[in-house]
């Protein structure tokens, strides 16, 4: 049984928040009141459907070994015209490629170490264009911004590429990352969806006015963090109602104007004004204001102009999830999507045959030089209780077959365009993922309970 619980206030006014509360046990903390989990032992029947497809995207998009192979070679090749310039440089992989937690479209991090007096960007750059290692025109030189770099796309693969100088933070942000991955067993999941949904919204890069992966994996950190119910942490909490609550928080009840998120010392929500005391001078906190877990001072939501607008399609993706799980989602069902977490995610036919592309050519040197770059792997494994099944052959309404153009250029044999991976997510170019009497070679297609996602396997030869 349920009650009622009363806003509660941090700071007067900084954070308001309502929620639910076991009858009789009032939850309020300094920051707020959430609802009630549900853990999976207990679970509502909507809700306990969002988390399957929640776990069921996740295992779809979590990387293959075919795609860390060729993202390898990737750097490979870079590596070896760094190595033929400066043999003595030092080469390291940061970001989401390190961390494990990439779209398949997502760009690779690099940083040279080496002795330079000043970042040797455009001797680099003129390398990379006499080796043919980068697509023609792609090769960019950004010395005027924050951190000076040189960003390019693979000529091969289509992969983006960004590459730094002598900049350690990075490299310290990954291992952070992956510290808080083995804290907290559910943050791979959220981070998957969160990613993707905002990837198809142009606001997953902070030059486009959205967040950058290190602010939004910060935000889910804090979540987590603040989360007055234990569970919220347990490898058997409901996905489907973090999710919500997440959409919920920062979409509705956070206050923008007057809050600072910390993740140090076990986190906590701090006025603004406190944050500025560590700043430089002349430096104000921004709209989305995160302390730097790494770097006092450092503001790691500055450059995201567009934050109001992250905030906008939050409260979007809240009202609709919230209406999905609600009872009267079942008088009004929608007619565009059979799953709840298509409603606001989709996944496109040119990433899936990207996908393909990339299982047929790697799928017999997968596992070359892959040891080098460990944490790659699946940071979790997914909830026992999901087992592979057969399930009905619709996700979000769209068969496969429907999606496929058989005069596409992107054929099997020649990789997608993935230069601009935003302008291919719109809901006209959504894929369901499923049908599961197309087998292509090299791939076998199974599914997940409850229109859930398609997910493929290798089959050895």
């Avoid at 900084?14 to 032992?41: C, D, N, P, R």
């Avoid at 069902?333 to 298509?342: A, E, F, I, R, V």
Wanted: aromatic share 10%.
């Amino acid at each position: 049984m349920f009650e009622y619980v009363s806003s509660a206030n941090f700071f007067g006014e900084i954070i308001e928040w309502t929620g639910f509360a076991l009858a009789g046990h009032s939850v309020q903390s300094a920051a707020f009141a959430f609802f009630t989990l549900v853990v999976l032992t207990s679970r509502a029947g909507a809700h306990h459907r969002l988390h399957e497809e929640i776990v069921d995207f996740y295992r779809f998009m979590s990387p293959r070994p075919e795609e860390a192979a060729m993202r390898r070679e990737v750097v490979n090749r870079i590596e070896a015209v760094i190595k033929e310039l400066w043999p003595t440089a030092d080469v390291q992989i940061f970001g989401s490629f390190s961390t494990g937690l990439y779209l398949p479209t997502s760009d690779i991090d690099l940083v040279v170490f080496g002795k330079w007096e000043r970042s040797p960007l455009q001797q680099l750059e003129q390398a990379l264009r006499k080796q043919n290692v980068a697509m023609p025109y792609s090769i960019k030189v950004l010395d005027k911004a924050t951190v000076p770099i040189i960003k390019l796309t693979d000529q091969e693969t289509e992969v983006k590429v960004d590459i730094s100088f002598n900049v350690e933070t990075g490299v310290k942000a990954a291992r952070f990352i992956k510290d808080y991955l083995k804290r907290y067993s559910v943050l791979p999941y959220l981070i998957f969806v969160l990613k993707q949904f905002l990837l198809q919204r142009d606001l997953n890069e902070v030059f486009t006015g959205g967040i950058s992966s290190y602010s939004l994996i910060l935000m889910v950190i804090s979540f987590l963090q603040l989360h007055p119910r234990i569970d919220a942490r347990n490898a058997n909490v409901n996905l489907g109602i973090l999710l919500i609550e997440f959409f919920e928080l920062y979409g509705r009840h956070f206050n923008y104007m007057k809050t600072g998120i910390r993740i140090k010392n076990g986190g906590a929500y701090i006025a603004k004004e406190e944050i500025m005391k560590a700043m430089t001078s002349g430096y104000r906190p921004s709209m989305l204001c995160i302390e730097d877990p790494l770097l006092p001072g450092n503001d790691v939501g500055r450059s995201s102009y567009g934050a109001m607008q992250v905030k906008q399609v939050f409260d979007y993706a809240y009202i609709v999830l919230g209406h999905a799980v609600s009872p009267l989602a079942r008088s009004y069902p929608n007619k565009d999507s059979d799953s709840t977490l298509g409603r606001i995610i989709k996944v496109t036919q040119e990433v899936i045959n990207y996908r393909e592309w990339i299982i047929k050519k790697w799928g017999g040197r997968r596992f070359a030089r892959t040891e080098s770059c460990g944490p790659v792997q699946l940071p979790v494994a997914a909830p026992k209780e999901v087992a592979d099944q057969a399930a009905p052959n619709r996700l979000m309404g769209l068969p496969i077959e429907e999606q496929r153009d058989s005069a596409s250029p992107q054929s099997i044999d020649s990789p997608m365009s993935i230069s601009s991976p935003q302008q291919h997510s719109s809901a006209s170019s959504v894929s369901s993922l499923s049908g599961s009497d197309i087998v292509s070679s090299p791939l076998n297609y199974f599914h997940c309970p409850k229109l859930s996602w398609v997910i493929f396997t290798v089959v050895p030869k």
